[in-house]
């Protein structure tokens, strides 16, 4: 990554922004090319410097049905995902999750091990993805996040309450 592209990045909400709690608004046929290409491409660059595997468009305050993933380590595999929806889902595992708009916090998550996801690319072509491991889980949790639902939803009342006052402070000190 090239130093001028660093800063053309989005900023990240932390919750408990209103954004992260709205269901995102799907794309229309007609919003599909190389504007919708640019935003993917942006996200990337946003979840690459923050650090992330994951990202959602509510979570850098569009209101679109659109996320970005990348699980490789040597970031091999980037995902651009136009309306993303899981269609089958098989077994269940529970990982440690975090969350680029609930920082520092992570817990346990139960989800579906495996998922079949069907989605568009910027250029409006379906595809239909077949996942498990890491990669299942963070569609999940982005898809979540296109619904208004955040990891913490998933935890019992108290691991929950703890969770959300926790990231309430740390938003605290940002300001």
Same mark, same amino acid.
Do not use: W
């Given at each position: ?6 800063? !053309? /990045?989005?900023q990240v909400?932390? &919750?408990?922004e209103?954004i992260?709690?709205?269901k995102?608004?799907p794309?229309?046929a007609?919003?599909?090319g190389? *504007? @919708?290409?640019q /935003?993917g *491409? ?10 992330? $595997?994951?990202?959602a468009?509510? *979570? ?5 049905r $659109?996320?970005?993933i !990348?699980?490789t380590?040597d970031?091999?595999?980037? &995902? $651009?995902? /136009? ?8 077994g269940?595992?529970? /990982?440690?999750?975090?969350c680029?708009?609930?920082?520092t ?7 579906a091990e495996?998922?079949?996801c069907? &989605?568009f690319?910027?250029?409006?072509t379906q ?5 498990d ?5 963070? @569609?999940?949790?982005? $898809?979540d ?7 913490f939803?998933?935890?019992d ?7 959300i006052?926790?990231?309430?402070k ?6």
């Open positions: 990554m090239t130093q001028d592209n660093a800063v !053309d /990045i989005y909400e932390i &919750y408990p209103d992260l709690r709205t995102a608004t794309y229309t007609e919003e599909f190389e *504007q @919708l290409e /935003i *491409q942006k996200m990337l660059r946003t979840m690459y410097v923050h650090e992330g $595997i994951g990202l468009a509510n *979570q850098v305050n569009i209101d679109k $659109i996320i970005v !990348d699980v380590e970031k091999s595999k980037q &995902y $651009i995902m /136009i309306n993303p929806e899981i269609t089958h889902s098989e269940e595992v529970a /990982i440690e999750e975090g680029l708009s609930v920082p916090i992570r817990e346990f998550v139960p989800r495996k998922v079949t069907t &989605y690319d910027p250029q409006g595809h239909t993805l077949e996942a491991g890491l990669l299942a889980i963070c @569609l999940q949790h982005e $898809i996040h296109l619904n208004g639902v955040m990891f939803d998933h935890l009342n108290f691991k929950r309450n703890r969770a006052e926790k990231v309430r740390i938003k605290k000190k940002m300001k």
